[in-house]
Each structure stands twice: as C-alpha cells, then as structure tokens.
C-alpha cells in the first residue's frame, strides 16, 4: 500500500503564498492520477485540485482556479500544490490523495481516492 506524506504547510498572511508537497512511497504513484483535497474545522472535506497520472490533465475548483497550480513529478513520486494569493478562507488541513487505479483522468469525487495522507495544516491570517 502507498504511503503519502504531505509537508510544506504553516502561517503565511493573506495575500502570500506557499507550496505543498506530497511524497509517495515505493513503486505506486506513475499511473495513478492524484488529488488534493482540504477540510476546514466544522466543514466537510473539499476538493482542491487533481491531475492525470502523465500531468497532462488538471482540474481545480472554482475556489482555488487560478491562484493555486498542481503539478507532479513522477521521476520523484511527489505531487506538488503551488497556493498564490491565499486568503483567510483557504485555511484548512491540506490531504493529497492517490485515485483508484482505474481512473485515467481526474475527478473531484473523494470516493475515487483510496489512499491518503496525514493532512498538513495551512494557516491563512488576515
């Protein structure tokens, strides 16, 4: 089973930004599309942004469009999520997550994510 760990989350001020990584363990991330997702206190998890296993594909919500930018380098099995002008209502526990294997493209549906990561905290202040 995969291992996804996230790292690069803290404090920033509202207009800054930051830069998520997720590094996935062993042999299982080429060929398999990829997502972030988010969860604020009180909120259901949200989606964020998701990518096709070549990168040829994105897909972002309408909240983080053209602020935030997903990427992935697959020689490295790490999935990266550049966060610009971030407000106070980005803040959230960010997740990455690794699609089921049968989805070629991207999706914004949790239910087509199987493995997860711990969550690293992003603190937006205004």
């Known amino acids: 089973q995969v291992q996804l760990v996230e790292s690069g989350g803290g404090l920033v001020q509202a207009g800054g930004s930051l830069r998520l990584s997720c590094a996935a363990s062993?042999?299982?991330?080429?060929?398999?599309?990829m997502g972030w997702f988010r969860q604020a206190p009180g909120k259901e998890r949200e989606f964020v942004a998701a990518?096709?296993?070549?990168?040829?594909?994105?897909y972002y919500s309408d909240a983080v469009k053209g602020r935030f930018t997903i990427s992935r380098d697959n020689a490295k099995n790490t999935v990266y999520l550049q966060m610009n002008s971030l407000k106070p209502e980005d803040t959230a526990v960010y997740y990455c997550?690794?699609?089921?294997?049968?989805?070629?493209?991207?999706?914004?549906?949790?239910?087509?994510?199987?493995?997860w990561g711990q969550g690293t905290q992003v603190t937006v202040s205004s």
């Open positions: 062993g042999r299982t991330f080429s060929g398999y599309s």
């Open positions: 997550a690794r699609a089921r294997a049968y989805l070629s493209g991207t999706s914004y549906l949790p239910n087509q994510y199987d493995s």
């Open positions: 990518i096709s296993w070549t990168g040829g594909s994105t």
